[in-house]
């Protein structure tokens, strides 16, 4: 593999409100009319790049975005639960404010009952790129995934600071052979 296209999931409903739900884990919902509208436009745009295949969360907004796109490029699509975003545990569908109220100093750090540890979720985000690098054979495939697991995936596996991924964006990831490394670019 050659070149990965990471591309975060369309809108959904919950991202509609996510100023009054901002920890949002692991909701299942798929994505709305605006989120179906711009993985059409994505899909449109990815025409021309050669992808041969997707790897996606498992999740829904991830995988009715892939489908889109998957569906217009005529590839496969594999989905994965190494993808998801961080499971919250408790703290799944409480906004920030009602968080810092309750829990002192709380942080993307704080240990809550069934949440994610951030070290086992930057392991599982290490695991996810390098699996999909060794096991699927394609010059160029795309990652559809959430916006918590591909900033975590971009920081811990190419050493940069963590970056906001607005909805429906993509970025690409090739491999350097001069460096002999994978690079993400901005």
């Known amino acids: 593999m050659k070149k990965i296209y990471c591309i975060r999931h369309a809108l959904t409903d919950d991202h509609v409100s996510a100023r009054k739900i901002p920890v949002l884990g692991f909701p299942n919902q798929g994505i709305n009319d605006a989120g179906i509208k711009d993985a059409k436009a994505v899909a449109c745009k990815l025409k021309n790049l050669g992808i041969q295949g997707i ?5 829904k907004s991830s995988v009715d975005t892939a489908r889109i796109i998957g569906d217009y490029l005529k590839v496969p699509i594999y989905y994965t639960e ?8 408790e703290f799944t569908g409480k906004t920030l404010q009602y968080l810092r109220e309750t829990y002192e100093n709380f942080s993307i750090t704080t240990i809550g009952k069934n949440r994610e540890a951030l070290s086992d979720f930057i392991k599982r985000s290490r695991k996810a790129f390098t699996q999909i690098v060794k096991d699927y054979n394609w010059e ?4 559809v995934s959430h916006k918590g697991l591909l900033q975590t995936m971009s920081a811990a596996c190419f ?7 607005r909805l429906c964006e993509m970025r690409e990831i090739s491999f350097d052979s001069l460096k002999e490394e994978w690079v ?3």
């Not at 790897?55 to 999740?59: E, G, M, P, Q, R």
């Open 184 to 186: 993400i670019k901005d």
């Open 159 to 165: 050493e940069k600071k963590p970056q906001n991924w």
């Open 82 to 89: 190494l993808l998801r975003e961080r499971n919250q545990g």
């Open 55 to 59: 790897v996606s969360s498992d999740l």
């Open 140 to 143: 160029t495939c795309m990652i």
